[in-house]
């Protein structure tokens, strides 16, 4: 069965053809590079170029799987979370095509879309494993009892790992978004700085939860006390202590739950210290460490499609007026 997915719960429009579960026919996605010119992305803008951007979107998708609307078996689309204006894009456009095929439709949790970016690209990957989704919007650390069965182990307290980097690099005066910047200037900075751990003190010891935002501030008032400070060493050593934060509560996640599969997903993956580090500790640990292509690790709407395939296969097709969800938690009753 071909199913087609749709992506528009941020910045990027995106639209693929899954072939079964876990081949991708075609996969298109285009980023929205205006919203660099304002530091972050901005709501309405995002959903006028989701609108401006979808049909041409779905039309090469299908075109590059060479396939026909007619050809489909199942039209899936991201329904939470995400900004509502740019849900509110590719969910309708999705209920309607499916309507109109007389075709099942489903809607997809984005959370879950990133887990199953891992499934895409290591289609031997089995559950049980321990998922962390690191990106700009979302820092979640998942157990993966089954396909579309999970438990939240833990979750940011504030910023999102990627959401630090973006803004340590605004500090730094790099573009936005700049975590792939920030690494870049990274490279040639010793970690000179220490900058303080995140939630390892008295009662969070044992917390799997993140917190990111006090080490942008630490950022912050050093950049403001050494005005002069080496920027590419400013850059290594916040690397080194998200690197570090991430790298700990993934190791603590592992031993507790006793997993021996550790998936990462989400933009911040595509990180190559991060993939370094950890890659140190599935050796010390014993665990083995799934990490998708880039293209897999950013938004993208094959993701989105293999989530539906398998919902669609468990739980039968969503209803037409299932809601867009600014905010829902992964694996909520229903959807
Ligand atoms: O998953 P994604 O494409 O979009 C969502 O947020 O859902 O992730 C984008 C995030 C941005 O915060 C970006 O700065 C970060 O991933 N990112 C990186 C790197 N490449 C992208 N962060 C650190 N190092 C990188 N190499
Ligand atoms: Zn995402």
Redesign the pocket.
């Known amino acids: 069965m071909l199913t087609l997915g749709i992506e528009t719960s ?1 910045d ?1 429009t995106a639209a693929a053809v899954l072939d079964g579960r876990t081949t991708v026919r075609s996969s298109v996605v285009s980023s929205q590079f205006i919203h660099a010119n304002y530091g972050g992305v901005v709501p309405e803008l995002a959903a006028r170029a989701h609108a401006r951007l979808i049909v041409p979107v779905v039309r090469n998708a299908l075109a590059a799987a060479a396939c026909r609307p007619a050809d489909l078996g199942c039209v899936c689309a991201t329904h939470a979370p995400g900004l509502m204006g740019a849900l509110l894009v590719g969910l309708p456009f999705a209920k309607a095509l499916a309507w109109s095929l007389e075709i099942p439709f489903v809607g997809v949790n984005h959370l879950e879309g ?1 887990v199953f970016a891992l499934r895409l690209s290591h289609p031997d990957l089995e559950p049980p494993f321990l998922a962390a989704v690191l ?4 820092t979640e650390l998942l157990e993966v009892h089954d396909w579309c069965d999970y438990s939240e182990l833990g979750s940011t307290m504030d910023d ?1 790992v ?2 630090a ?2 803004k340590v ?1 605004k500090l730094l005066g790099l573009g936005y ?4 910047a ?2 870049e200037l990274a490279r040639s900075g010793r970690p000179a700085i220490r900058f303080p751990a995140p939630l390892q003190d008295g009662a969070h010891r044992d917390s799997l939860d993140f917190s990111f935002s006090g080490l942008k501030t630490a950022v912050l008032y050093h950049l403001h006390d050494h005005p002069n400070a080496n920027r590419a060493d400013v850059a290594c050593s916040f690397q080194d202590a998200a690197i570090e934060a991430v790298n700990r509560r993934l190791v603590q996640a592992v031993e507790r739950r006793r997993l021996g599969i550790v998936g990462i997903s ?3 993956a ?3 210290a ?1 993939r370094r580090r950890l890659a140190r500790s599935a050796d010390e640990f014993g665990f083995r460490l799934v990490v998708p292509p880039l293209d897999l ?3 993208n709407a094959a993701m989105i499609a293999a989530v539906g395939a398998e919902r669609l296969a468990r739980f039968g097709p969503s209803p037409l007026d299932l809601a867009a969800r600014a905010r829902l938690p992964i694996g909520a009753p229903g959807v």
């Open positions: 941020c990027e990133h990106s700009g919007g979302h999102a990627g959401e980097f973006d690099a978004p700049g975590g792939a920030l690494e989400g933009g911040v595509a990180n190559d991060l690790c950013t938004d």
